[in-house]
């Protein structure tokens, strides 16, 4: 049997001893002739090469609540004070490599010497797009911040990062992050890996935030299943004020819907829990799968408009945007 050299912990309703899996759910593991059967098919859309930014300079502290989009899974929570990033990615390409792999086609929509002080930075996994060795070294070397991640992640982040300050849970584990601030694991139809022979040897998550200016819910990536663990979710936390909901990275549907949801189930997310308002995110920065660069956004307005919600309570979250949050509907700039 493989030893996973990232955690040791005791076997448990997701975690085997050896590796983290979905509790009830289709797997998401894909093997080499899946892999070739997709991408064989030639189904990729043509993304453009570069997409313009505005980029952000957000104010060094926030009293209430904003949420700017860095890209992809990266964005700046700013609430009651507190500075905090979801899942930092400044590098060029979601990739082991310098030269191969992702390439980004959106700058991040903060440069990284606008950054205000950073508190805290959330992981969600250890996916490339979401764990960035590169990024973290620097968030360390200028601001240090408390990481916090699901577990096993991080061995990853300590080999990477001599000296970083990390925090780990388990799903539905509650951390404190200081000056009133807390983040409740969530539980996430996903897996990971960064090598072929460490599948799902480190756990994923969604990071639920509880801060004085309202809760903020960043889903992490994640397929929709059966639904059970986001009506779990609504149950035990309450509907959180914003939802960060993953839109984009889902075609092929066949392929992709074990760990990906769609837009359509990205509606259905935002409903089971009841959130106030939701921004669409895991889009338009890196290609990962088939769909076209803009169809997440479209297809978005499509699945809002068939549920009956209007159209400003969820926004397809775009790179340099600053979305303001309170009693009135979400805003840009």
Not at 212 to 236: K, L, N, P
Not at 286 to 308: K, S, V
Request: neutral net charge; proline residues 9%; contains cysteine.
């Amino acid at each position: 049997m493989a030893r996973n050299r990232y955690y040791d912990g005791p076997p448990s309703d997701h975690f085997d001893g050896t590796r983290f899996f979905n509790p009830g759910q289709a797997s998401t593991d894909r093997g080499l002739r899946a892999v070739l059967r997709w991408k064989l098919a030639g189904a990729a859309a043509k993304w453009p090469v570069t997409v313009p930014v505005t980029p952000a300079m957000p104010r060094p502290r926030v009293d209430g609540l904003s949420v700017t989009m860095v890209g992809h899974a990266a964005l700046l929570i700013q609430a009651a004070g507190m500075n905090i990033l979801t899942d930092p990615v400044w590098s060029e390409r979601a990739s082991p490599f310098r030269r191969v792999g992702p390439k980004r086609v959106t700058a991040p929509g903060i440069p990284f010497e606008a950054l205000p002080p950073i508190d805290v930075v959330l992981l969600s996994h250890a996916h490339y797009d979401h764990l960035d060795i590169a990024t973290l070294r620097r968030l360390h070397a200028v601001y240090d911040p408390l990481m916090a991640m699901p577990l096993g992640n991080d061995a990853v982040v300590r080999a990477g990062v001599p000296g970083a300050r990390c925090v780990t849970g388990d799903w539905w584990d509650r951390i404190d992050l200081g000056n009133g601030v807390a983040t409740t694991l969530t539980p996430a139809n996903h897996w990971s890996n960064r090598w072929p022979s460490d599948t799902r040897m480190t756990l994923w998550s969604g990071h639920y935030l509880e801060t004085r200016a309202g809760t903020i819910w960043f889903v992490g990536d994640t397929g929709y299943g059966d639904g059970a663990i986001f009506r779990q979710v609504g149950e035990r936390l309450g509907p959180p004020d914003v939802a960060l909901i993953p839109i984009g990275a889902y075609e092929p549907r066949w392929f992709m819907a074990a760990q990906h949801v769609d837009p359509a189930d990205a509606v259905r997310i935002f409903t089971d829990v009841d959130a106030g308002r939701a921004l669409g995110i895991h889009w338009g920065t890196f290609q990962l799968t088939d769909e076209a660069r803009d169809a997440p956004a479209e297809e978005l307005a499509a699945a809002l408009d068939a549920a009956g919600i209007p159209r400003d309570r969820f926004v397809a979250a775009e790179p340099g945007g600053v979305y303001h949050f309170g009693r009135t509907p979400v805003t840009s700039r």
